[in-house]
């Protein structure tokens, strides 16, 4: 184990960051624009994309540069749905609700494929059973699944190194594994080419100085104190990961997630396992904005890596980074309540890479007059 270099350096290394940029025109506008972005993550850059194209005057703003928050910090997963289990969903928000909830998410993977180019693969995803409980759990979703029509198969016989750790699992056909940053950086490019100004290392305090008509708060889980009024409603969260060293052999074909997503992991084209999770090892001390990584943590992360891998992890890898997490696990969506021309588009629970995209363009599209039945679900009004 080499729990002392976590310790020590507190190391800020994600594997996704090392992809080159992309180069992409530098479109400026000079004086008020018609909409201002802060974030210039997947959400921000999905939003800033469908404002240009519809000719309006965009300007986004990061502390950062393009991707280097959540959107480069993640698991680099691309599910469909949402953070609750599809049978809960079901029984809470109703029927309808879940299910178009689902279809919304399906068809942005499908646009974000149109888009993203080798930085997106559809292998599918595993949903795992750790334990007789989350069977029952997952089984239950399963089932859910087959009575409304949506595309999913059950294993009782898990294969390859999933055989005898594992109680069964679902297998989610056309979900994705991206490489997060090289998307985003991508997306970035596209809405410079449509005319968007991206300010980088530009960094936001009071979105009421923004030269802006409208402007949308596009940051998850960084940012808290931008709309006070809902700083109580997303609460910033650390997810932390790492990654091996390449592996001389195929171990897991697509993303992997067990013990209700606290567990995720996937093997990356070059042969590397990525590993994230275990935020319930100290779940109280991930409720932070603080982006480091920590001993008790990782040290279950090598662990269980080790495990996955079949021999000690040499891990080449390790970060922390920030998501949004909410009362009732979705996204907060639409315009702030009692604030005049600011929106917000954030709380993605740790799903972020999907709806992520799918409300970035949500957002722009309620701004520019054309509202989906989605928003409703979506409401920040909800916690006012």
């Known amino acids: 184990m080499e729990i002392r270099v976590a310790c020590e350096d507190r190391s800020v290394n994600p594997y996704w960051l090392e ?13 008020t624009v018609d909409v201002a972005i802060v974030g210039a993550g997947v959400t921000g850059c999905a939003a800033a994309l469908r404002l240009a194209e519809a ?8 502390e950062r540069a393009v991707a280097e928050g959540a959107s480069g910090r993640n698991g680099g997963f691309a599910l469909r749905g949402g953070a609750t289990r599809y049978d809960v969903a079901r029984e809470t928000y109703g029927v309808e609700q879940a299910r178009g909830l689902w279809n919304w998410t399906e068809r942005a993977l499908d646009r974000i494929e149109t888009l993203a180019g080798d930085a997106l693969q559809r292998p599918g995803s595993f949903r795992l059973a750790a334990d007789e409980e989350e069977r029952e759990q997952i089984h239950a979703e399963y089932e859910a699944f087959r009575e409304d029509g949506i595309d999913a198969e059950w294993f009782d016989d898990l294969p390859g190194m999933l055989a005898g ?8 056909v056309g979900d ?8 985003v950086r991508r997306l970035a490019a596209l809405a410079a080419e449509a005319g968007a100004e991206i300010r980088e290392h530009d960094r936001v305090d009071d979105v009421s100085a923004l030269d802006a008509e409208q402007v949308i708060v596009a940051t998850d889980g960084y940012g808290h104190g931008l ?13 932390q990961v790492i990654v091996s060293e390449p592996i001389d052999r195929v171990l897991y074909d697509k993303p992997h997630y067990a013990r209700q997503g606290f567990d995720y992991w996937q093997q990356l084209p070059d042969g590397r396992v990525l590993l994230g999770g275990f935020r319930d090892v100290s779940i109280l001390d991930e409720l932070t904005e603080v982006e480091e990584t920590t001993p008790t943590i990782q040290a279950s992360l090598e662990q269980f890596l080790g495990e996955l891998i079949g021999e000690t992890p040499r891990v080449s890898h390790r970060w922390a980074g920030i998501f949004g997490l909410t009362q009732d696990m979705l996204p907060l969506v639409g315009r702030v309540p009692g604030r005049e021309g600011l929106w917000v588009a954030a709380g993605y629970s740790g799903h972020g890479n999907v709806l992520g995209f799918a409300s970035g363009e949500l957002v722009a599209e309620a701004l520019l007059g054309q509202p989906s039945p989605q928003l409703e679900l979506l409401d920040p009004a909800r916690f006012v």
């Open 165 to 172: 750790r594992f109680e069964g699992g679902i297998l989610h």
């Open 55 to 62: 000719g309006l005057r965009v300007r986004v703003h990061d």
């Open 19 to 31: 992809d080159p940029p992309v180069s992409r025109p530098s479109p400026r506008h000079e004086g």
């Open 227 to 239: 709309v006070p009024e809902l700083a109580d409603t997303i609460w910033p969260t650390r997810g």
């Open 176 to 183: 994705g594994a991206l490489q997060p940053a090289r998307w």
